[in-house]
């Protein structure tokens, strides 16, 4: 099979989800002259509260994307949890959780959403050297969640690429897996734009 097949979803998703990641970045404002620690502390916040319950659904005892991908130590919640108790918010616990989640019933579904929680980890890395430049949060102070992977964050985002082209490759439910990135982006813009 040529490489263009095999990148063909890859692609598609990159290309057909340009509108809303860029709707997304417009409303999450941490890469501009607005970034104050106010509004970085409001949005980890935010990010708890959505990711909390979509990896709860997504990657608790691997879900129906375990045969294609190892979701253990893909979990973000730990990090935002670390990043909330350095940032002096209030218990994780108490914070108010995403409620209107995108469907992940499907490896579809979750491959869609993953894609833009993985390609969020890897946008964090330009994320985390701006905040450490323009607000001085570190890793260890307030910035685990962006820091992602560390020095692992390529090679995870290398093992995902390879467990979606394979599911690509082998799946005719590249639509599906388009529609539900989407509607990851858009319910987490809305989820943003709530608090």
């Given at each position: 099979?040529?490489?263009?097949?095999?990148?063909?979803?890859?692609?598609?998703?990159?290309?057909?989800?340009?509108?809303?990641?860029?709707?997304?970045?417009?409303?999450?404002?941490?890469?501009?002259?607005?970034?104050?620690?106010?509004?970085?502390?409001?949005?980890?916040?935010?990010?708890?509260?959505?990711?909390?319950?979509?990896?709860?659904?997504?990657?608790?005892?691997?879900?129906?994307?375990?045969?294609?991908?190892?979701?253990?130590?893909?979990?973000?919640?730990?990090?935002?949890?670390?990043?909330l108790i350095a940032l002096g918010q209030p218990e994780a616990t108490q914070l108010p959780v995403c409620a209107k989640l995108p469907s992940l019933s499907s490896a579809a579904e979750?491959?869609?959403?993953?894609?833009?929680?993985?390609?969020?980890?890897?946008?964090?890395?330009?994320?985390?050297?701006?905040?450490?430049?323009?607000?001085?949060?570190?890793?260890?102070?307030?910035?685990?969640?962006?820091?992602?992977?560390?020095?692992?964050?390529?090679?995870?985002?290398?093992?995902?690429?390879?467990?979606?082209?394979?599911?690509?490759?082998?799946?005719?439910?590249?639509?599906?897996?388009?529609?539900?990135?989407?509607?990851?982006?858009?319910?987490?813009?809305?989820?943003?734009?709530?608090?």
């Amino acid at each position: 099979m040529s490489l263009n097949v095999q990148l063909a979803l890859l692609t598609r998703l990159r290309v057909e989800t340009r509108a809303q990641h860029d709707a997304i970045e417009r409303t999450v404002l941490l890469m501009g002259d607005e970034l104050t620690l106010e509004l970085y502390t409001r949005r980890i916040r935010q990010f708890y509260g959505f990711y909390q319950p979509v990896e709860e659904r997504l990657l608790d005892g691997g879900g129906p994307i375990a045969p294609w991908l190892a979701v253990q130590g893909r979990r973000k919640t730990p990090l935002l949890k670390a990043d909330l108790i350095a940032l002096g918010q209030p218990e994780a616990t108490q914070l108010p959780v995403c409620a209107k989640l995108p469907s992940l019933s499907s490896a579809a579904e979750c491959f869609g959403c993953l894609y833009v929680l993985e390609g969020a980890t890897l946008g964090g890395v330009i994320i985390n050297g701006y905040v450490k430049q323009k607000l001085g949060i570190l890793p260890g102070s307030g910035a685990d969640f962006f820091y992602g992977y560390g020095e692992q964050t390529g090679l995870m985002w290398q093992q995902f690429r390879a467990a979606i082209t394979a599911f690509g490759v082998n799946s005719d439910q590249h639509d599906v897996v388009v529609a539900s990135a989407r509607a990851t982006f858009e319910t987490l813009q809305q989820w943003c734009e709530k608090e």
